[in-house]
DNA sequence: CAGTTAAATAACCGACAGGTTAAATATAGG
DNA sequence: CCTATATTTAACCTGTCGGTTATTTAACTG
């Protein structure tokens, strides 16, 4: 896929990748530098960086034969924003505050924020519905 | 890979999935129901809901000839902290802050945490460094 | 110039991702 | 038992991923 947000996620999906934005979040450094704590070819690292390129989370210098990368993290804060949608599914407190507040004040159907908050299967029933 | 954090980055980058949780967002439904805004076959959506289960991003009940899914969205809480210790590369004011910080407040070796920012290429001046 | 270092590219490989169609499975209902 | 519905599984295809080794490009050094 070509969209940013799935060649952010992508990116992210591979720990080496990972290990290597955590490295550059530590300051600019050379492509050998950044290959050094992986059992891995050069070439192999080379790739990671072209994915982390692409996926605009690292620019990249020249300086003499070296190419310094560098952190840019602009990209993460929509990856950031998206998940940031779902925190209420694993903040306990707030959900349980939540259903709460469904119970004080019911949501209507006037309401489109209230009702996205449709508890239950929320399936046809279809046919007998024997249960 | 099969950590986690890789499991739940990969399951998000594909925007079929990502509008799959967004819907599950809302309420709990059938795979019928989650099939019907894609053009694309009912095996293909399954295989997402493959996916986005082995990522633990959704479980699935048995009702009848129906198999609800639910969002379990625990795993996001993780990939959400991983990304939020980049957050101060994206937010300019923080950067902006720190840097200024740095300045009022240098960094000294003892320091482990003030050590990790530093500023500058960062790599080995190896030979000549003729600049 | 020749030699060294840094990094990218090319060519290749096995595994997996994402899609298809066709067949199998599970359940409800007549 | 037969049929319809919901969903999964099987088999297959194409493209991409993550890795390799070998080669090439680029820049400094003596």
Redesign the pocket.
């Known amino acids: ?1 070509h969209d940013p947000l799935s060649s952010t996620f ?1 990116a992210l ?2 720990p ?1 990748r990972r290990a290597i934005l955590a490295r550059l979040a530590m300051g600019e450094t ?4 950044l ?1 050094r704590p992986f ?13 982390l390129e692409r996926a605009g989370l690292i620019s ?1 210098g ?1 300086e ?5 990368c560098r952190l840019d993290a602009g990209p993460l804060k929509d990856a950031a924003s998206w998940i940031e949608e779902y925190r209420r599914f694993w903040a306990p407190y707030v959900d349980a505050l939540e259903r709460h507040l469904d119970r004080m004040f019911p949501p209507t159907p006037r309401s489109k924020k209230a009702s996205k908050r449709q508890r239950g299967p929320n ?2 029933p ?5 249960k």
Chains 1, 2 share one sequence.
């Open positions: 896929m992508a999906a591979d080496t050379s492509v050998t530098e290959a059992e891995m070819s050069m070439p192999a690292v080379s790739k990671h960086l072209k994915v990249r020249r003499a034969q070296w190419r310094p399936r046809q279809k046919k007998g519905e024997t």
